[in-house]
């Protein structure tokens, strides 16, 4: 039987970004550029 590869992380988000469009049709930008490990035992909150 094959070992299971080893996680050192519950979640790993590199380089991520989040854009809305305004009522007047521009976009801004909230996230740019984000990256994030959440490991065991951790808890994170974006607000």
Do not use: C, F, W
């Not at 007047?24 to 996230?31: E, R, S, V």
Request: without cysteine.
């Amino acid at each position: 039987m094959a070992a299971k590869p080893r996680i050192d992380y519950l979640l790993n988000l590199q380089e991520v970004g989040k854009s809305y469009l305004q009522p007047n049709g521009q976009a801004i930008t909230i996230l740019h550029n984000i990256s994030l490990t959440l490991n065991p035992g951790e808890i994170v909150a974006l607000l």
